[in-house]
């Protein structure tokens, strides 16, 4: 990924900011025809004393259109919290996560005495990116490496990956044929790039080989050995559900604002079932993905942890709640409000417009929601006499753009 594993354009893009690639240097193709570029593929494959059938395999490699439109398609609407969880949590994926994790049990145990990681998040990722291994995707791996590596928008990345799969079919005695996933080049159960299956993955079932296409117990093993190279702290849970105060200061939310349980407790935060926090030095930090109508989270140091595989908030918070209801955990006791609508792209760039003209810096205007845009937002609702949540709702939306 990123580094990392994901089966979704998200994936692709987490790979490029994540991933070490350091299985194999390589100077992206000069050549913008593809037949001229996997000439150069192939003579770098041969520098990089790859082996004769890897050099070989390179001129098979077929351009993939449809890779090149997925590169470059940006979606026209960001779910909302509640519509992203909707999708995620589904009362199917949460009980087929149950059955595996019953039935991985023992050799679950083995992987956190060993890793430190608990089982109920292996399956949670798992179930996230493959729905168990009901779709590994169905793009040819290597050709659509190929393509990326000839595509001059993010060659250099995509040629150091692609020569690193070839590293992988050989390594692992792989068929090209067998090696099929994500658009952007994510494989296996838990969907990882090639740099990350040659650092990361593990043989999990003893056999002598790493097959992260076949064997459940390999992908298990080798997301545990990546979350724990992570930085996953043993023993440790993600994060959990809370109840905020009657006024709560939301400028004290997001990940750039931990504190500890102590401090929080302090300022009236309380568990979700009303419980008060307990009395610790366990840093964490307030999200509201839904804003103030929404569920509130306190996310701890393995949440950042969950982001390192997927830089998604939405997909992290996804991955801890899943695997509290893997374990036997209930449901949120405050669901995201059903009535909250997705903005389109074009709408938060007129918001960010917006805001930088009234002099709430949000940089240059992308048309994606992120960090930088709710803290400017949070300032202008403070400012105006509206709760601060960083919320886009189509109140602050339209009083912005009047």
């Not at 893009?13 to 192939?42: I, N």
Request: proline share 4%; glycine share 10%; charged share 20%.
């Amino acid at each position: 990924m990123k580094a990392v594993f994901s089966a979704t354009a998200r994936a692709a893009l987490l790979a490029v900011s994540l991933c070490s690639c350091q299985s194999v240097s390589a100077t992206a193709p000069a050549a913008t025809d593809f037949g001229s570029c996997l000439a150069q593929l192939q003579q770098q494959a041969r520098q990089q004393n790859l082996s004769d059938r890897a050099v070989t395999t390179v001129a098979a490699m077929q351009q993939q259109q449809q890779v090149l439109e997925l590169d470059r398609k940006q979606p026209e609407f960001a779910q909302t919290f509640g519509q992203y969880l909707k999708t995620r949590l589904s009362e199917d994926r949460i009980r087929k996560g149950q059955e595996m994790y019953a039935r991985h049990r023992v050799f679950l145990d083995q992987l956190t005495a060993r890793y430190g990681v608990q089982g109920q998040y292996l399956v949670a990722f798992w179930g996230l990116e493959t729905n168990y291994g009901g779709y590994l995707g169905n793009s040819p791996t290597l050709d659509s490496l190929a393509t990326l590596a000839c595509d001059p928008r993010r060659s250099e990345f995509f040629t150091s990956e692609f020569l690193t799969a070839l590293q992988v079919m050989d390594r692992e005695s792989l068929q090209p044929a067998q090696m099929r996933g994500s658009w952007a080049g994510a494989m296996g159960h838990t969907q990882f790039m090639p740099s990350n299956y040659m650092r990361y993955a593990v043989d999990g079932d003893g056999d002598g080989r790493v097959d992260l296409f076949g064997s459940e117990k390999d992908a298990l093993a080798s997301g545990a050995n990546f979350l724990s190279h992570l930085g996953w702290q043993a023993g440790f849970r993600w994060g959990r559900e809370v109840i905020l105060p009657e006024g709560f200061d939301y400028s004290l939310m997001g990940r750039k604002n931990p504190k500890t349980l102590s401090q929080w407790a302090s300022l009236g935060v309380r568990q979700a079932d009303g419980s008060a926090l307990p009395d610790a030095q366990l840093q964490g930090s307030i999200l509201v993905p839904s804003g103030h109508r929404g569920p509130a989270f306190i996310a701890y140091d393995n949440f950042g942890v969950i982001m390192n595989w997927n830089r998604s908030e939405s997909y992290a918070l996804s991955v801890g709640l899943l695997a509290d209801r893997i374990a036997g955990g209930g449901d949120l006791h405050r669901q995201p409000p059903p009535d909250q609508q997705a903005l389109a792209r074009r709408e938060v760039e007129s918001l960010q417009l917006a805001l930088n003209r009234k002099g709430y810096d949000v940089g240059e205007p992308d048309g994606i929601f992120g960090s930088g845009t709710r803290k400017a937002l949070s300032a202008y609702q403070k400012d105006t006499g509206r709760i601060s949540d960083g919320f886009p709702d189509r109140e602050v939306l339209d009083s912005l753009l009047k």
